[in-house]
């Protein structure tokens, strides 16, 4: 069977004709940038005052994206998902998080899903997003460590241990985990942690993957860095690659400062960094595991020109592709439906927590070139295969 990602019929066969509209409204709504960032300082102002959102958000944007508030709401998500061949990646989305005792419950639930993950065959990965084990205003001074107290010290600590917590468990339980990448300025951090974990934890078996956004300058460098050092160790190397989340940010923090932006000009400068890094990955894949977390048409066809190329069984289980949840569904399931492997990575928490990543959903698609208007044309052309009106 030919990979084919204009085939609607695939991509929306478990949506309902009701799903399908619902999906084709929302995208409509979020394709005007006025209306997303007007949607944005509504719902945060409404959120600060503590009035009830719950109404609004549910059926429409958190449907869309959101397995739901508990782990078990995702039950019935997972098992239509496996219907298709699609696995799933329960994320839960928590950000800023301020004290202690919000982190430790934040590390309690992560354990939490890293068991339920173990018992489930149709969940692939575990992940957890490193910010939310430490406070924010300490990662901000990681760059200038002679600017952290006794006491900062102890938490940065305190934080590596927390991670190893995570990556041990998944560890005992022979369940992989997906570590997410963060801003520049302290993903420097998580690298070191990634690798400490890695080197601990990878021997036999790839448990731990870290993440390289592609977006950034110095990526394939530090990739060749990782696979001489796991050549040299004798450790195994999981990648997640994506091309990057904080573009904004990352640009407004050097002007701000005064150094040179760490990612790359342009999309086709990332396009191609991303393209190398699997290419690279495939040419090393006696040490390296893949993890391709993209939207890109091109990039998932390049994979898997690349897997051809060299033999590789499309269900090989040390290459894996995935999308987020409610967006590029002709991407995972033509990928599905051809044999290759494919989870959608699905957040879920409580609808206040999950309120920033849905604003960020909102904002990618309204500007990411062409992101809402694909998602329009392949819902349109489903809808009129379907002979909808």
């Not at 209306?35 to 719902?43: D, E, R, T, W």
């Not at 938490?155 to 520049?184: M, V």
């Not at 690349?306 to 590029?328: A, T």
């Amino acid at each position: 069977m030919s990979l084919d990602f204009n085939d609607t019929s695939i991509a929306y066969a478990r949506m309902s004709d009701t799903d399908l509209k619902k999906a084709q409204f929302l995208f409509r709504l979020i394709s005007s940038p006025k209306l997303v960032n007007a949607g944005k300082q509504l719902l945060n102002g409404l959120i600060r005052i503590h009035f009830p959102v719950d109404w609004a958000i549910k059926p429409t944007v958190y449907h869309q994206f959101v397995g739901g508030e508990e782990l078990e709401h995702c039950s019935q998500i997972i098992n239509l998902l496996s219907q298709y061949n699609v696995k799933s990646i329960l994320d839960y989305s928590v950000e800023a998080i301020q004290d202690d005792d919000a982190i430790n419950k934040v590390l309690n639930e992560t354990l939490r899903s890293i068991r339920f993950a173990a018992k489930n065959p149709d969940i692939p990965f575990a992940v957890f997003k490193p910010s939310a084990f430490i406070q924010p205003q300490i990662l901000d001074k990681i760059e200038h460590p002679e600017t952290l107290s006794q006491d900062e010290h102890a938490q940065i600590e305190q934080f590596k241990n927390r991670i190893d917590i995570l990556c041990h468990e998944s560890a005992s339980l022979g369940q992989p985990i997906l570590i997410d990448a963060e801003h520049t300025w302290y993903q420097g951090l998580i690298d070191e942690i990634a690798e400490e974990m890695m080197l601990q934890y990878n021997k036999e078996h790839t448990i731990v993957y870290n993440t390289l956004q592609m977006y950034r300058i110095d990526r394939i460098s530090f990739l060749q860095q990782q696979i001489q050092k796991a050549h040299e160790n004798g450790y195994l190397l999981g990648l997640k690659f994506v091309r990057g989340a904080y573009m904004e940010k990352e640009r407004d923090r050097a002007r701000k400062y005064g150094y040179a932006s760490p990612i790359h000009p342009d999309k086709a400068s990332t396009d191609r960094a991303f393209n190398e890094a699997l290419k690279i990955s495939i040419e090393n894949m006696d040490v390296t595991s893949i993890f391709c977390g993209t939207h890109n048409e091109e990039s998932c066809l390049y994979l898997t020109q690349l897997m051809q190329e060299r033999d590789i069984n499309k269900n090989n289980n040390n290459i894996w592709f995935s999308q987020l949840y409610g967006m590029s569904d002709h991407i995972s399931f033509n990928l599905a439906m051809n044999g290759y492997n494919v989870a959608k990575y699905i957040p879920y928490g409580p609808v206040k927590n999950v309120m920033p990543y849905l604003i960020r959903r909102a904002e990618e698609n309204t500007s990411v070139a062409g992101q809402t208007s694909r998602e329009l044309r392949l819902l349109q052309k489903e809808i009129e295969r379907r002979k909808l009106r």
